[in-house]
């Protein structure tokens, strides 16, 4: 399979089962088109004249060494994925918020359920639950989570006080993140967070209008002054470990590369900016794709400029290995969760991830008890690119690895049917990232 980019007016061709990448002209994509119709080479010599024997030439090359049109792995989709060993948790440590997000698919914290600050000792269990479900794996992840988990500070500062007498007792390393609005983020807080944090995610969602109309606090006061205050003592104190500010777009801001160069011009350099999915007064609508898509395009020209002007940042979707990037397993099957990465609920309930928390379908036991629901986990092992509904035939399917499996489900109530408008949202991603890559003294 051989996907045929054009982006900005430049051209390239994805081989999607090498990975390979190849920048062509103007005639070659004439006769890549004619040829992923299905056509044959004295077919194209008839159609577009004999001046195109070059390119054939060339492309029957690239085929011989695997680069164009190769075949897929033998029996890569008869693979059969056993249950894996439990890395990471997601510790809703605060099923509680200090604010009052519009577009919330927690509830504001809430998780369908009461509200809630995760008990040092649920903390404790949680820990000792990842250990025990490890096995030989050395490196565990743990997220703090919410809500807002700093209104919970003094459990997140315990959890990894204990944690770091795991890894002596049990020769393992935790490496620990946190999500935080920053909204009451306090100078001790920030020290702890750089000092203690692999990662840490600030949630800020572009131009001061557009944060303080979704982003408000329980009062309904605007929050954006006081947040991006915050946000630069965790950021500015970090060095050169890792951060992300993490933004939502709405079908009210269409326009969201505007938000990704104000964070910018906020002097942040690691945005993620994510287009909203379960909130439907405000979810992305069929109708919006065609300005996202030509959103994409701005901001890949924007983010190629900026970069040649010395004030570069890192856009999150932008950001693609075409040398080498994921493994396989994690290409076929994405993020893990529900197998190899759950949720632990403030009362220690346990869920395949944390946008599934508080619903009772998806409940697969308690750190207390100790045990997974093994049906619950087999299913999202087996929830991969060769079940999920159209991704075996998607040139897009070794990068996205089918979506999320919570998008899915909140959109059809399937986990094997992909989110359609996130499949074209990330599509079109994709092929800015593809284009950066391989253009990108061209795009601006």
């Not at 909204?183 to 990662?199: G, H, I, P």
């Not at 999320?404 to 992909?418: H, Q, V």
């Not at 949202?425 to 990232?433: D, F, G, H, P, V």
């Amino acid at each position: 399979m051989v996907h045929l980019i054009e982006f900005c007016g430049k051209y390239a061709a994805l081989d999607v089962e090498s990975g390979s990448v190849h920048a062509i002209d103007r005639e070659a994509m004439r006769v890549l088109t004619f040829k992923n119709a299905g056509k044959t080479n004295k077919q194209i010599r008839n159609d577009l004249g004999e001046g195109v024997e070059e390119v054939l030439q060339e492309i029957e090359e690239l085929e011989q060494q695997g680069l164009l049109y190769s075949d897929p792995a033998e029996n890569l989709s008869e693979l059969k994925f056993n249950t894996p060993v439990i890395k990471a948790l997601c510790l809703l440590v605060a099923q509680d918020c200090n604010l009052r997000c519009s577009y919330c698919f927690a509830e504001t914290g809430e998780y369908h359920k009461n509200r809630a600050l995760m008990s040092f000792d649920i903390a404790k269990k949680s820990l000792d639950f990842l250990v025990k479900h490890s096995g030989n794996r050395k490196n565990l992840e743990v997220d703090f989570f919410g809500g807002e988990p700093l209104i919970n500070f003094d459990v997140v500062k315990k959890t990894v006080e204990y944690g770091r007498e795991l890894e002596k007792k049990h020769d393992k390393i935790f490496r620990f993140t946190l999500t935080t609005n920053a909204y009451q983020v306090t100078d001790e807080m920030a020290e702890f967070l750089n000092r203690e944090m692999k990662n840490v995610v600030i949630s800020i969602d572009g131009r001061k209008e557009v944060h303080d109309k979704m982003r408000r606090d329980a009062g309904n006061h605007d929050t954006y002054d006081r947040v991006v205050k915050n946000a630069h003592k965790i950021v500015d104190g970090r060095g050169d470990k890792e951060y992300y500010i993490r933004g939502t777009f709405t079908h009210e801001n269409l326009d969201f590369g505007g938000d990704v160069v104000a964070i910018a011009d906020e002097g942040f350099d690691q945005i993620s900016l994510e287009p909203v999915v379960t909130a439907k007064e405000y979810a992305i609508r069929e109708e919006d794709l065609p300005q996202l898509k030509h959103e994409y395009e701005m901001l890949a020209r924007h983010y190629v400029k900026r970069r040649k002007d010395g004030k570069g940042y890192n856009f999150f979707h932008f950001m693609i290995d075409l040398n080498s990037g994921p493994c396989l397993n994690k290409r076929l099957r994405g993020c893990g969760a529900g197998s190899e990465y759950l949720a632990v609920a403030a009362d220690g309930s346990l869920y395949p991830c944390h946008q599934f928390a508080g619903i009772d379908k998806f409940y697969m036991g308690s750190v207390e008890e100790g045990t997974v629901d093994a049906g619950i986990k087999q299913a999202f092992c087996d929830t991969h690119i060769f079940t999920k509904k159209g991704c075996e035939e998607c040139w897009a399917k070794y990068y996205c690895s089918g979506g999320c499996a919570a998008n899915a489900w909140f959109d059809s109530g399937d986990l094997k049917t992909p989110y359609r408008i996130g499949c074209e949202m990330e599509k079109k991603r994709l092929e800015a990232a593809i284009a950066i890559k391989t253009f990108s003294d061209e795009l601006v």
